[in-house]
Structures are given as structure tokens and as C-alpha cells.
Nanobody
Framework: QVQLVESGGGLVQAGGSLRLSCAAS??????????MGWFRQAPGKEREFVAA????????SYVDSVKGRFTISRDNAKNTVYLQMNSLKPEDTAVYYC????????????????WGQGTQVTVSS
């Protein structure tokens, strides 16, 4: 129904930047404009909300720890969502997941019905 594939992760020094991409495909995604989100999960921790964007890009939301450093955006013509990450810190190290929202809150995993496989981001100090 909806397939999500993340890319762009890697190893970067503190203070550096990365841009994650999430390519979406599938009949459901093509037929219904979907709100999208980025989450992350560090070893031994629960998956946490990072950022979200509405289907038309008019609404965005961020967790406080990334405000002013990360920017979520989308290109609906390319069915792609981006997460630009600047001024990276070691505590940003995690597997980052892209997700498509189906209902409910933007900030809880329960609101998202489709997930990518994740991409590793490692920030060295």
C-alpha cells in the first residue's frame, strides 16, 4: 500500500550536517496525500518523534531538542520527504525512520501506519 525508503544517513562529526530523504511509493500514497513524520531510536531507548509535516507542507512540528537545527520539507512531485539536519550533536545519534501518518497525533508512533526500514545516523564528538 505504502512503501517508504530512507537514505542519506552516515557518520558525521559534531557540528556537521546531513540530509535524509524518504522516497514514498504505492497506490495508497499516490491516491491520498499523507502527512509524514520522522522518528528516531537510539540504542536502549524508545522511538521518539523528531519532526512532522502536513500533506501540503503548510504545517510542521518539531521536538524541542531539534528546533532551529533540523528542517523537514517535502516535494510532492517527487513523492519525497526530507530532513535537513544541521549542527549535529552526538546525542542525535540514532536510527532515523520515516513514517506516513494515518490518524491521530503527529507526535506519537500510534498515529503512523507505514514505516521505512530506517537509516543510521552517527555523530562523533
Amino acid at each position: 500500500q505504502v512503501q517508504l525508503v530512507e537514505s542519506g544517513g552516515g557518520l558525521v562529526q559534531a557540528g556537521g550536517s546531513l540530509r535524509l530523504s524518504c522516497a514514498a511509493s504505492g497506490r495508497t500514497f499516490r491516491n491520498y496525500a499523507m502527512d509524514m513524520g520522522w522518528f528516531r531510536q537510539a540504542p536502549g531507548k524508545e522511538r521518539e518523534f523528531v519532526a512532522a509535516i502536513s500533506w501540503n507542507g503548510a504545517y510542521t512540528s518539531y521536538v524541542d531538542s531539534v528546533k532551529g537545527r533540523f528542517t523537514i520539507s517535502r516535494d510532492n512531485a517527487k513523492n519525497t520527504v526530507y530532513l535537513q539536519m544541521n549542527s549535529l550533536k552526538p546525542e542525535d545519534t540514532a536510527v532515523y525512520y520515516c513514517a506516513a501518518r494515518v490518524s491521530g497525533s503527529y507526535v506519537y508512533t500510534s498515529g503512523y501506519g507505514y514505516w521505512g526500514q530506517g537509516t543510521q545516523v552517527t555523530v562523533s564528538s
